[in-house]
């Protein structure tokens, strides 16, 4: 490899390196670094030779990430993986990162939190933003239902 290809391997290794990355995404930013395409795909097996890409390692890092950090549903990150090209057996193990019970934790606390901003005191309504909320996060609506439910039986106990 030339100097100018090991310039350009040695900046895809630290972009590589700080945040996992997935294999399109780091093709992008060698396009936009106006790397010629033969460059690029030598660049790219190197990087997936030395282990700084591995497409099952970030599918299993940004479910994870996505769901503990930003509190996102299953729904959300299948959605955001698929957007990223990510295969749909990479997705299904990405989401295997997702505890269940973890998950529906997760998700009767953001509604619990959401249930005591709620002004509303009408149960219906309430039930109603309960399971909009939960929608725009991502998360599955038979689980949002399991939830909600169980919040309404505490509810109508308080």
Same mark, same amino acid.
């Given at each position: 490899?030339?100097?100018? &290809?090991?310039? %350009?391997?040695? *900046? !895809?290794?630290?972009?590589?390196?700080?945040?996992?990355?997935?294999?399109?995404?780091?093709?992008?930013?060698?396009?936009? @670094?106006?790397?010629? #395409?033969?460059? !690029?795909?030598?660049?790219?097996?190197?990087? %997936? &030779?030395?282990?700084?890409?591995?497409? +099952?390692?970030?599918? $299993?890092?940004?479910?994870?990430? *996505?769901?503990?950090?930003?509190? @996102?549903?299953?729904? *959300? %990150?299948?959605? +955001?993986?698929?957007?990223?090209?990510? #295969?749909?057996?990479?997705?299904?193990?990405?989401?295997?990162? %997702? /505890? #269940?019970?973890?998950?529906?934790?997760?998700?009767?606390?953001?509604?619990?939190?959401?249930?005591?901003?709620?002004? /509303?005191?009408? #149960?219906?309504? $309430? *039930?109603?933003?309960?399971?909009?909320?939960?929608?725009?996060? =991502?998360? /599955?609506?038979?689980?949002?239902?399991?939830?909600?439910? !169980?919040?309404? =039986?505490?509810? !109508?106990?308080?």
């Amino acid at each position: 490899m030339s100097s100018e &290809t090991d310039f %350009i391997l040695n *900046k !895809a290794r630290h972009f590589c390196s700080y945040q996992e990355r997935y294999v399109r995404e780091v093709a992008d930013k060698l396009k936009e @670094w106006k790397v010629r #395409p033969e460059v !690029a795909e030598k660049i790219l097996e190197q990087l %997936i &030779t030395e282990d700084f890409l591995n497409e +099952e390692r970030f599918a $299993r890092a940004f479910a994870g990430g *996505k769901f503990r950090i930003n509190r @996102w549903g299953r729904v *959300k %990150i299948a959605y +955001e993986l698929e957007k990223r090209g990510v #295969p749909g057996a990479l997705v299904r193990i990405g989401l295997e990162e %997702i /505890d #269940p019970k973890e998950y529906e934790a997760a998700l009767e606390d953001l509604l619990t939190r959401k249930n005591r901003e709620i002004k /509303d005191k009408d #149960p219906l309504s $309430r *039930k109603k933003k309960l399971i909009s909320f939960a929608s725009q996060r =991502g998360f /599955d609506y038979p689980v949002i239902q399991r939830v909600v439910a !169980a919040l309404a =039986g505490k509810m !109508a106990k308080s």
